[in-house]
């Protein structure tokens, strides 16, 4: 059996391949009578489009979305909502010598010993152009938790991080790497630079934090918000870590200094910290969620490295066409997306249990 959908009750499935025809998503489960139109959308598609700039792929890619279905008179009528992104720029003949041997680290192997056949074509539906149908649907997840800010940033490229002290908020729009350290982003820009000339890339971690989260939200043990979180966004190409909270460094804590200590009020509780990372039990507090997202260094490089082809023969290849020299730079509106997506389904949960 195959899994290409997402949720328990705010749900959406993922469809296409990177160099065909179109891509998209159906959302199912939307309540009926959220105004919606493709001009809520495209402005988080426009976040993470492709050929925006020197540092991601040149791929030229419009993102334009269409809803296809389950909207009405600019609302949707809680039937499925289906998305269409057509492909226009592929270039299938840079993907040639993939198409008889294995890039390593890629999904190319694994996609044959699993299904006996694939699409070579810009790794098909391994590509990370899927996550643009996470993004739309993502936009409509939105709609369901307005009440929700929902915040990304790159904090670390090829192992050089921000540094905390400097961080500006308003910086993170303002620079191609979703960085809030201005001084950061300059040495990004030299690092990316040097990384495609050497033809190689880098690696990247990617902060998220959800405020205005109620306490509440969530489910013990099997439904546990932050596995939900850590779920989606492991789920995400190229990732291969995520943190909710202090993550890693909460095991070199004491209890005492682990703890989220509460005083008192006018609204609730109010916490010195925020280990927790804003879900305790499973359930949100009504802190911030905070999570942070590992991506990998993009597998498709120009250096040759050893690898076997589809006779288990030994080979070199090495990867030609347009691909991103950090993929964690677009992978910032990708995490929003997910992290949106999980919270309006438990939203949805918490209101089908609770009132």
Known sequence: MSFNSFGKVFR???????????????????????????????????????GTNRFTTQRRESDHVEILSGVFEGRTTGTPISLMIRNEDQRSKDYAATAGAYRPSHADYVYDAKYGVRDWRGGGRSSARETASRVAAGAIARKIIDEVKILAYVVEIGGDPIDRDAFDLDAIEQNPFWCPDPQAALRWEASIDQ??????????????????????????????????????????????????????????????????????????????????GGIVGGISSGQPVLVRTAFKPTASIRIPLETIDQQNQDTEIA?????????????????????????????????????
């Open 12 to 50: 959406f499935a993922t469809w296409g391949e990177s160099h065909g025809p179109a891509i998209g998503a159906i959302v199912d489960g939307c309540p009926p009578g959220v105004a919606l139109s493709e001009e809520d959308i495209q402005p988080w598609l426009d976040r993470r489009k492709p």
């Open 195 to 276: 990384a495609r000339r050497d033809g190689s890339s880098l690696g990247a971690i990617v902060e998220c934090v959800a405020e205005n989260v109620p306490a509440g939200w969530g489910a013990p043990i099997y439904a546990k918000l932050d596995a939900d979180i850590a779920s989606g966004i492991m789920s995400i190409n190229a990732v291969k870590a995520v943190e909710i909270g202090g993550g890693f460094a909460s095991a070199r804590l004491t209890g005492e200094q682990n703890a989220d200590r509460m005083r008192s009020g006018d609204n609730g509780p109010v916490f010195a910290t925020n280990h927790s």
């Open 319 to 355: 990867t030609k066409g347009r691909h991103d020299p950090c993929v964690g730079i677009r992978g910032a509106p990708v995490v929003e997306a997910m992290m949106a997506l999980v919270l309006a389904d438990h939203k949805l949960l918490h209101k089908a249990q609770c009132g």
